[in-house]
Each structure stands twice: as structure tokens, then as C-alpha cells.
Nanobody, 125 residues
Framework: QVQLVESGGGLVQTGGSLRLSCVAS????????MGWFRQAPGKEREFVAA????????YYADSVKGRFSISRENAKNTVYLQMDGLKPEDTAVYYC??????????????????WGQGTQVTVSS
């Protein structure tokens, strides 16, 4: 069974950077599409970024394009989210997710099968 563990969240000032990491258990990590989502207080969970299995195409929400970068290192069963130019509106709990079954990369949370516990990102103004 696949399990995901995120790390790297914290408190940062506006304009700062953080790098989130998500380590997955299992031997077939390279087959999974991986995504990052976030949820702010009182708001629904929203898509942030995704990367296809085998380190293929990447996808981003318009709100983070040009500031965030998703990547994966299959040899380490790890996916990263590099966040630069952080803004207060980026404050949220960030979740890593794995899509175990679909051929195409999805940007909706309901398409993902396994979720991490989340890591808090707080951006102060």
C-alpha cells in the first residue's frame, strides 16, 4: 500500500521561498502521477501542481505559474514543490497526492487515490 509523507512547510515572509518534499513508499513510484494540492481555512482544497509519471509533463494552477515548480526524483521516491515569490494568499495546508490508476494527469482532487497528512505553509505580510 502506498503511503505519502510530506515535509518542508513552515513560516516565511512575503517574497520568500520554501521547498516541500513528499516521500512515497512502494516500488512503482515512477508509474504514479503526483500532485500537490492546498487548502486554506474556510476554503475548498485546490489544485496547485502535478507531474506525470516517469518525470514527464508538468501542470500548474494559474495562481502559481512562474513562481512554483514541481519535480520528481524517482530513484528516491520523492516529489518536490519549489515555491518562490511566496504571497500571503499562498498560506494553506499543502497536501501531496498520488494517482495510481489514470493514464492522463488529473487536476481535480477526486482523481487522486492516496494522500499525505499535509504540511502547513504560512506566509506573513
Amino acid at each position: 500500500q502506498v503511503q505519502l509523507v510530506e515535509s518542508g512547510g513552515g513560516l516565511v515572509q512575503t517574497g520568500g521561498s520554501l521547498r516541500l518534499s513528499c516521500v512515497a513508499s512502494g516500488r512503482t513510484f515512477s508509474r504514479y502521477h503526483m500532485g500537490w494540492f492546498r487548502q486554506a481555512p474556510g476554503k475548498e482544497r485546490e489544485f496547485v501542481a502535478a507531474v506525470a509519471g516517469y518525470g514527464g509533463e508538468t501542470y500548474y494552477a494559474d495562481s502559481v505559474k512562474g513562481r512554483f515548480s514541481i519535480s520528481r526524483e524517482n530513484a528516491k521516491n520523492t516529489v518536490y514543490l519549489q515555491m518562490d515569490g511566496l504571497k500571503p494568499e499562498d498560506t494553506a495546508v499543502y497536501y501531496c497526492a498520488a494517482d495510481l490508476t489514470r493514464v492522463r494527469v488529473a487536476v481535480v482532487s477526486s482523481s487522486y487515490d492516496v494522500w499525505g497528512q499535509g504540511t502547513q505553509v504560512t506566509v506573513s505580510s
